[in-house]
């Protein structure tokens, strides 16, 4: 069985250069889409938002 | 897209190019005195030597002073746009680097109000004077640091929905910032705008409150500011769902 993923909720718009791929607010992101490092600054920020639950 | 460099001890009055409210006057512009960046004083002087004394207030001083321009009465040129005293300005005095002044650039930025409009003799070329200063309806604590850089430079062409270079500010900052756009062209412009950061060039955030109401669609400028946290790097993102423009972004810190 698959291990479930942390999934972040997005607040503000973002994007990544890298994979040219850009999310809007509402969508979900998980640790896959962005560096970790960004992410925890992110969620510092409110840039995103920890969700219940995750994807398979 | 990656972060410019600043190119150095490069820039020259001839490649100063200066922005009013949607207008590029450079073309008639001269000189200027000086561009005020310091904290007002309260003067205590009074008529005895015992109170030659100034007391700094910590609210920020700025303007323009002495800008000297040809009497140019061409449509939309000096003349037509400064000879009606105006508040509500927005201007943006930008240094190129042995060139166009182009992303990363430094440029004065300024909430202003004119509060003279004067025509003189310089020899034989008849010129104006204006003199600029803070425009009390529009400055906030949120704009009192004049000197920023240019994000998006006026010699480029926005075609198409773009995302410019970026520029590093070497550090995030917590204080906010503030942002002017100018719309200098349109060709059935029809875009959105907005800047972003980053903490490493490459994974992107739109600022909170970082968007213009202006839409490209017709000569026009707009300075808006944000509170929130701003990364190292920001830059400037043109959304198009129609026409062309030529427009003049620039970004302050505080």
């Given at each position: 069985?698959?291990?479930?993923?942390?999934?972040?909720?997005?607040?503000?718009?973002?994007?990544?250069?890298?994979?040219?791929?850009?999310?809007?607010?509402?969508?979900?992101?998980?640790?896959?889409?962005?560096?970790?490092?960004?992410?925890?600054?992110?969620?510092?920020?409110?840039?995103?938002?920890?969700?219940?639950?995750?994807?398979? | 897209?990656?972060?410019?460099?600043?190119?150095?001890?490069?820039?020259?009055?001839?490649?100063?190019?200066?922005?009013?409210?949607?207008?590029?006057?450079?073309?008639?512009?001269?000189?200027?005195?000086?561009?005020?960046?310091?904290?007002?004083?309260?003067?205590?002087?009074?008529?005895?030597?015992?109170?030659?004394?100034?007391?700094?207030?910590?609210?920020?001083?700025?303007?323009?002073?002495?800008?000297?321009?040809?009497?140019?009465?061409?449509?939309?040129?000096?003349?037509?746009?400064?000879?009606?005293?105006?508040?509500?300005?927005?201007?943006?005095?930008?240094?190129?680097?042995?060139?166009?002044?182009?992303?990363?650039?430094?440029?004065?930025?300024?909430?202003?109000?004119?509060?003279?409009?004067?025509?003189?003799?310089?020899?034989?070329?008849?010129?104006?004077?204006?003199?600029?200063?803070?425009?009390?309806?529009?400055?906030?604590?949120?704009?009192?640091?004049?000197?920023?850089?240019?994000?998006?430079?006026?010699?480029?062409?926005i075609t198409a929905t773009?995302?410019?270079?970026?520029?590093?500010?070497?550090?995030?900052?917590?204080?906010?910032?503030?942002?002017?756009?100018?719309?200098?062209?349109?060709?059935?412009?029809d875009y959105?705008?907005?800047?972003?950061?980053?903490?490493?060039?490459?994974?992107?955030?739109?600022?909170?409150?970082?968007?213009?109401?202006?839409?490209?669609?017709?000569?026009?400028?707009?300075?808006?500011?944000?509170?929130?946290?701003?990364?190292?790097?920001?830059?400037?993102?043109a959304t198009r769902t129609a026409?062309?423009?030529?427009?003049?972004?620039?970004?302050?810190?505080?």
């Amino acid at each position: 069985m698959a291990k479930s993923k942390v999934r972040y909720k997005v607040m503000v718009g973002v994007e990544s250069d890298k994979k040219g791929t850009r999310f809007e607010p509402g969508d979900y992101v998980t640790d896959d889409d962005f560096p970790a490092k960004i992410i925890k600054i992110w969620l510092d920020q409110g840039v995103l938002k920890t969700t219940r639950g995750g994807t398979k | 897209m990656t972060a410019v460099t600043q190119s150095g001890k490069d820039k020259t009055m001839r490649w100063a190019r200066l922005y009013i409210s949607g207008y590029d006057l450079s073309g008639d512009a001269r000189s200027f005195g000086t561009l005020a960046n310091g904290i007002a004083e309260v003067e205590r002087t009074g008529w005895s030597e015992a109170h030659r004394n100034y007391i700094a207030d910590d609210l920020r001083m700025v303007g323009i002073s002495d800008l000297q321009v040809m009497l140019n009465d061409t449509s939309v040129a000096a003349y037509d746009r400064l000879i009606t005293e105006s508040n509500n300005t927005i201007i943006d005095l930008a240094f190129g680097g042995g060139g166009e002044p182009a992303i990363g650039d430094p440029v004065y930025m300024l909430r202003s109000e004119q509060i003279s409009a004067v025509a003189n003799l310089d020899g034989k070329l008849a010129i104006m004077s204006a003199n600029f200063a803070a425009d009390t309806d529009q400055y906030t604590a949120g704009a009192y640091n004049p000197f920023g850089v240019v994000l998006q430079d006026a010699a480029t062409q926005i075609t198409a929905t773009i995302s410019e270079d970026s520029v590093d500010h070497g550090a995030a900052t917590t204080a906010g910032a503030w942002a002017n756009l100018h719309v200098l062209t349109t060709a059935s412009g029809d875009y959105a705008f907005k800047l972003q950061d980053s903490a490493n060039d490459t994974d992107w955030a739109d600022i909170v409150g970082a968007t213009w109401t202006i839409d490209g669609s017709a000569i026009a400028a707009e300075s808006i500011e944000f509170t929130a946290n701003t990364a190292r790097y920001v830059r400037f993102v043109a959304t198009r769902t129609a026409g062309s423009i030529y427009a003049v972004c620039t970004f302050g810190r505080l």
